[in-house]
């Protein structure tokens, strides 16, 4: 099954937590703190596959985590840190947040990666706490707590050529014949339910990616029909040979039809390379056709290249395609990629809110949450670090203000504390 769009949820690894631990040697029986840092969490990374085409595999598989780091040891040694989690895409594959729609990344070069969630930092061992007045601290940190982001993925198909045309028009059959692909083929409309790639080799030095994209119907800028799931994958392409059907009633109306779509849909299709291409010439009748939509196509559209074809009997397909390679070759280079940015969480905001739930306080605050998880709560002088913290950034008179009385409980996080003096 052809999968070009997914929604994933990517977890970071939690960094180590820091280790409270003092040096214990014969003769030496009062060493310093020797706690050693956690280690850091596994990131996870997007990378490019070649080989895959679809989104496929994430149809049953929804939630990626990277490795947590390893916890600290004595001996001021720092815990392992965690393995980051290569997530493989194919190319041409766009990058979403999910919940803000903000783009990320546009996987386009087997050397494209885009780092999603960084790994927590490890948190550090008592021997960083370490001074004059306190030789032998009871503080550590636990490690980072995980990121995690919502991503929603959208593959364009990344071909040469791709064979446009209304439903019917022989696009699949061009696409057939010229290439191993094997698309599923009958004389009725919307066969193709899902792209086609093919590739056809034209002598030694020339070969074409060619995409066989489903026909479009008159509205599908809107979404109607097959509409904006397959319209995206035209965007790809660099040269577009637009099929008409030889045996239809008014080929110049389809021919309309169409660019007026793409041009709706994003208006930079309209200044994409076009060859029409006049199939089924094989059908009696048709070729006597082709001379005066011939002549209408250049008086009503400017068209000066129009090649009658027969996809299934292969008549004059090597010249459509040949004329089709000459195109890219003296088109320059497309960059269709953008500049990959690495996703990484702004600086630690201090900013905090107070609100009010029932009978409890709760205090959020991107920092203030993520120190109380990093927290040791059962050792005192852990705890005396998070209250001097806790007054520095003004969350204790805010309290106060806000009408907090001893024995109120405060949660923060996933935390429950109760308020004293």
Request: aromatic residues 6%; charged residues 25%.
């Amino acid at each position: 099954m052809f999968i070009d769009q997914a929604s994933i949820l990517l977890i970071s690894g939690k960094g180590g937590d820091g280790v409270i631990h003092f040096r214990r040697e014969k003769y030496v029986p009062f060493g310093g703190p020797d706690g050693g840092d956690g280690g850091k969490g596994g990131d996870v990374i997007l990378k490019v596959d070649s080989k895959l085409n679809t989104l496929s595999a994430f149809r049953q598989k929804k939630r990626f985590k990277a490795a947590d780091g390893k916890n600290g040891g004595k001996q001021n040694m720092t815990g392992k840190s965690g393995e980051d989690l290569i997530i493989w895409v194919p190319p041409g594959t766009i990058v979403y947040d999910q919940n803000t729609s903000e783009m990320l990344g546009d996987l386009v070069d087997p050397t494209d990666e885009l780092i999603i969630v960084k790994g927590g930092r490890g948190g550090r061992g008592n021997s960083h706490f370490a001074s004059s007045r306190n030789q032998a601290p009871r503080v550590a940190e636990r490690g980072e707590p995980a990121h995690e982001r919502e991503l929603r993925l959208e593959l364009k198909l990344i071909a040469d050529v791709g064979i446009i045309g209304l439903p019917n028009a022989g696009k699949s059959t061009l696409l057939a014949a010229v290439t191993q692909a094997r698309p599923k083929i009958a004389p009725y409309p919307f066969t193709t339910i899902e792209p086609n790639l093919g590739v056809v080799e034209l002598d030694e030095e020339t070969s074409l990616v060619l995409a066989d994209i489903p026909g479009l119907i008159e509205g599908a800028h809107n979404g109607i029909g097959l509409g904006h799931d397959f319209l995206r994958h035209i965007q790809r392409t660099r040269v577009l040979i637009h099929l008409l059907d030889g045996q239809s009633d008014d080929p110049l109306t389809d021919y309309s039809q169409i660019n007026h779509e793409l041009a709706l849909f994003d208006p930079g299709l309209a200044h994409k390379s076009q060859l029409v291409a006049i199939n089924k010439i094989d059908i009696p009748g048709v070729m006597e056709r082709v001379p005066g939509i011939r002549e209408k196509l250049k008086k009503e559209f400017s068209v000066n290249e129009v090649y009658p074809i027969s996809a299934l009997a292969k008549t004059h397909v090597n010249q459509l395609l040949y004329r089709a390679a000459q195109i890219l070759k003296e088109q320059p280079p497309e960059k269709i990629g953008t500049e990959l940015p690495v996703y990484r969480f702004e600086t630690e905001p201090r900013n905090f809110e107070i609100v009010r739930e029932g009978k409890n306080w709760r205090v959020k605050g991107e920092y203030i949450e993520k120190l109380a998880a990093m927290t040791y709560w059962e050792h005192h002088q852990a705890v005396r670090r998070f209250q001097r913290i806790f007054q520095s950034l003004g969350i204790e008179d805010a309290m106060r203000q806000a009408g907090v009385q001893i024995g109120d409980t405060v949660c923060i996080g996933d935390y429950q504390l109760e308020w004293s003096e």
